[in-house]
């Protein structure tokens, strides 16, 4: 492994980057973005009064928040990736199109054989309009204005599309005529539907469900039409591109400035949409009001996803905080097999051929779920790689990608 590392540095080979030349404040999000994705990945099957507490505040401070660190990483990775190709002198858009065909094909495995919430397929397709964009010379300034041109344009699109599903799906003429009972009544049949695929529906039945569903949709265009995700890459090439991460002194007032006038406005946009979703369900609303305030919901959650983002990496020029958050570059450096066993483990739990645990899964009980299942992985994540270099899931990904065995054992 040694040889290998100083080989790749000389740039005589191109290997997967050491372990000790990895951005530390990368592994520290992906962690933390982890955990939130579990926590927002478990069903919420409604409880008491302290249930729909915590339910809001999930829905608040973190639905839709973590899969935006997510998504945005994925976007620096990539551009960091790109550059690293190109410094060994290879062919960038060739080791990324190979690095997003292992990733579909692994998204496909996991979408079929374990859990239909898979974002791996997804990302590996609005990866490749990442490829292209990545080889155009577009200047920072005009990266920056696709992608937030593309964001309203997406919104605005999103909301016209459920509108037009939700109108067809009620047997309604327009969308004056969605009320907050017809939601309801549709929101307990969805539910009902998810409870019989954990409980009644068996393991073989799920996968031919599933395998249907993923053909259905791959061979729609709504498979390839851009999506919020590749906003989310933009918005991480851009970050990569300007170097936040390799040097934070330089983009401290930057980042300051994303914290102090981010939080707050990302805040005030995802409350109007939980109160306007609440009045609509309450008959004291429109279908077309809550549509407004959803919108910008939808553009809320990705402004306080990047304000963690900016939060995190100020938080880690101090030593007493990189002690605090380090526990979580474990998990993050093994992002991928960790987010694959987290979708093996609740299905495990949850469904009927295994623990069968659906139906007590709430607000409170989904939240000590996630705790302990988390620092579980954080446990595990550090045991693993104290004996080898990558996780398994990592290990197979840049093995195909590569197309050489990588060295397994640190």
Not at 156 to 166: C, P, S
Request: a positive charge; one cysteine or more; hydrophobic letters at 50%.
């Amino acid at each position: 492994m040694v040889e290998n590392s100083q080989n790749a540095s000389r740039g005589d080979t191109f290997y997967p980057i050491a372990p000790d030349q990895r951005i530390d404040s990368l592994d520290i999000l992906r962690g933390f973005a982890l955990f939130g994705v579990l926590w927002m990945n478990l069903p919420e099957r409604g409880g008491g009064a302290i249930d729909l507490i915590f339910d809001q505040m999930g829905r608040l401070f973190a639905q839709g928040k973590f899969v935006t660190i997510f998504g945005f990483l994925f976007g620096v990775g990539f551009s960091l990736q790109w550059m690293r190709a190109t410094r060994h002198g290879r062919k960038p858009a060739v080791h990324a199109l190979r690095r997003l065909v292992v990733l579909f094909l692994i998204g496909v495995l996991h979408y079929v054989f374990v859990w239909d919430g898979d974002i791996l397929t997804t990302y590996a397709l609005m990866g490749v309009y990442l490829l292209v964009i990545q080889s155009l010379p577009l200047s920072q300034r005009t990266l920056l204005a696709v992608a937030l041109c593309l964001l309203a344009v997406l919104t605005v699109q999103g909301e016209v599309a459920l509108t037009q599903r939700i109108t067809r799906e009620l047997g309604v003429t327009t969308h004056w005529d969605i009320t907050g009972t017809a939601l309801r009544e549709r929101r307990e049949r969805r539910a009902e539907a998810e409870l019989q695929s954990y409980t009644i529906t068996s393991y073989r039945q799920n996968v031919e469900r599933r395998g249907e569903e993923l053909s259905d949709w791959l061979g729609s265009l709504d498979a390839y039409r851009p999506s919020d995700v590749l906003v989310l890459f933009l918005l991480g090439l851009w970050a990569a591109r300007a170097g936040i991460f390799q040097d934070v002194d330089r983009h401290r007032r930057q980042l300051r400035r994303i914290l102090w006038w981010g939080f707050p406005l990302g805040v005030m946009l995802c409350v109007g949409g939980i109160v306007s979703s609440r009045l609509l369900y309450s008959g004291h609303n429109t279908w077309l009001v809550d549509s407004v305030f959803r919108g910008a919901e939808e553009i809320g959650s990705p402004v306080l996803g990047i304000t963690y983002v900016a939060t995190i990496v100020l938080l880690l020029r101090h030593d007493g905080w990189v002690r605090r958050l380090r526990p979580l570059s474990y998990v993050g450096r093994m992002a991928l097999t960790n987010y694959l066993m987290q979708s093996l483990a609740f299905t495990l739990v949850a469904s009927s051929y295994g623990l069968g645990i659906y139906t007590k899964l709430a607000g409170v009980t989904i939240l000590l779920y996630t705790l302990t299942f988390f620092a579980t992985q954080i446990l595990v994540s550090r045991w693993w790689l104290a004996r080898f270099r990558f996780g398994p899931a990592e290990w197979a990904w840049r093995s195909l990608t590569y197309g050489a065995l990588m060295p397994w054992r640190t």
